[in-house]
């Protein structure tokens, strides 16, 4: 995903701000990282350039 993708994503469960952790990124794309709720503190995977914005629980029944 590119950075300015953060102007436009919020938290899909209380609709705030995202914190951005960069762990990987080539150039201008972010390839693995975690996006974080400024006010619930929930976490979103960035996994292959791909956030992962499903609330918690819908995303341990798509893993399985």
Known sequence: ???????????PLDKHDLELDVEQQEGEEILTGTL????CGEQYPIEDGIPNLLPPDMREEAAA
Do not use: W
Request: aromatic share 0%.
């Open 1 to 11: 995903m590119k950075e300015d993708l953060m102007d436009i994503l919020c938290c």
């Open 36 to 39: 974080t709720c400024t006010e």
